[in-house]
């Protein structure tokens, strides 16, 4: 399907502050004009705010002062009128306790910056984790012309002539110090290799993985996911994305065009295609509320279960996102989806036209790097989505970054009520574990850690990593970080903070993961878990107030995307009532 076009000039919802000669109309207009801006320039062309999400304490989005410049000379060039907006920016290397207690922070704020303000069409320029999902539900529920520019992935990171996956070498490197296989002065050596220019993670972790989201759902010019953060032609690409912003406010072109129910199962199958994090089924199932799209933990599992992963990028692979990038990037994940018969070509994009016009010439560069079907890292590379006594509502695993022969396993759990619990017993020499065990973390979901941290991966103890073993079979209501691998089951729901089957799991339970069979299952009787959860009690209060205790009272479940309940569905941009 072309985009039709709507009718050209027409009223802007920008000239109800700067269109006119009343007093409200110049209030508006003059004290923007005291930045000597020029009169015509408030004569009904689109006004285009730029999203920033940039702050010097997120690492990731540190450069997208630079690419903001490239998005207004764009929106100069198209006719429009550039104007900066500062948003908040969720880091995802500092925030404390977790980056995602504040993503519905970040999309509420911004939300409703886009709502009061006198803009017809917003760039979304985002980079680290957080951001990516939180401004994109924002303009899901403002449904105002948006589009998505990415700060882009950081360079190869390289040690001693090893590449350096940012994340991904620091888990490894960690674990290496624990079983005495580096020693501490290498691993600071290591810390600048990992970080050596600026971007987001050169894996493809959560940033890498909702840029692709980005792309795939239509929301991001095509080839926007991949190219570096350094590379000139990231530039361009904001650059180019300030010129089509102005055409999409002109053919109002809206987010609930192209955010379709076809939009997001390409998202999903695309996910699979490219190892992508476990983070993007919480931000897309919280996207698809925000859409009004009825997606769930089922569509994950069906839409991805026969995609086979042929991105052979860390942490399920051996190379990085610079090498994705000269390989061809996502449109040649997104052709291979569209000859597979995998990908809804028909999907529209912020291009105007179609998603299979925008990739059906895609070329392959390196097949070591983007692989064959036949060669691919795992035939099934969906996300697999697990049910059972022990997960009534769901839980996650992700196959391509698993140990096949943990696929199906039985053992006998060893409890950490919580992660202090976790880190005050996991260097013990005699903590009774071994690696046939499976190791069970409580109180981490939404509203137990509070904010479901990234603590799902948990370190091995060392004992087990002194035999050289890798991976263990690992269960908690946390989430882990895109750039982390292992046999690790996630977002177990309910969680244990609310009373979920987790919260009264003892040591010495036997424990049956088969992710074949999509089974969960904690080995006692229906009457011994009702009765264990009859006598459970919440272990902590809420918090007493604040913004810790609205997200405490109003965050939903994993297995819905913990958006908070209030904020499902689209609101609109109508002109709130002006008040001089």
Known sequence: MTFRKADWPRKLRSQEWYGGTSRDNIYHRGWLKNQGYPHDLFDGRPVIGILNTWSDLTPCNGHLRELAEKVKAGVWEAGGFPLEVPVFSASENTFRPTAMMYRNLAAMAVEEVMRAQPIDGAVLLVGCDKTTPSLLMAAASTDLPSIVVTGGPMLNGWFRGERVGSGTALWQMSEDIKAGRMTSADFLEAEQAMSRSSGTCNTMGTASTMASMAEALGMALSGNAAIPGVDARRRVMAQLTGRRIVQMVKDDLRPSDILTRAAFENAVRTNGA??????????????????????????????????????????????????????????????????????????????????????????????????????????????????????????????????????????????????????????????????????????????????????????????????????????????????AYGTVVLHTSPEAAVGGPLAVVRTGDMIELDVPARRLHLDISDTDLAERLAAWRPVTDAPASGYARLFHEHVEGAETGADFDFLKGRRGHEVPRDSH
């Open 274 to 483: 490219i190892g992508g994090s476990t983070n993007a089924v919480i931000h897309l199932l919280a996207l698809a509320g925000r859409c009004e799209v009825d997606l769930t933990l089922d569509d994950w599992d069906r839409l991805g279960r026969d995609v086979p992963t042929i991105v052979n990028l860390m942490p399920s692979g051996k190379y990085l996102m610079e090498e994705f990038f000269y390989a061809g990037g996502l449109p040649v994940v997104l052709k291979r989806l569209g000859e597979a018969g995998m990908l809804n070509r028909d999907a529209l994009t912020v291009s105007g036209g179609p998603i299979w016009d925008e990739v059906k010439d895609a070329v392959n560069w390196n097949e070591d790097v983007i692989l064959p079907a036949e060669k691919a890292l795992t035939s099934s590379g969906g996300i697999a989505v697990l049910r059972g006594n022990l997960a009534p509502n769901g839980a996650v695993l992700k196959p391509s970054a698993a140990s096949p022969h943990l696929m199906k396993h039985r053992g006998r759990a060893v409890v950490f009520e919580d992660i202090d619990d976790y880190k005050a017993q996991i260097n013990c020499d005699d903590l009774d574990i071994d690696e046939d065990c499976v190791m069970v973390l409580k109180n981490c979901g939404p509203k137990g850690y509070p904010g479901m941290s990234e603590v799902g991966n948990m370190g091995l103890p060392p004992k087990v990593l002194r035999k050289g073993v890798t991976d263990m079979v690992r269960i908690s209501d946390a989430r882990m970080s895109g750039t």
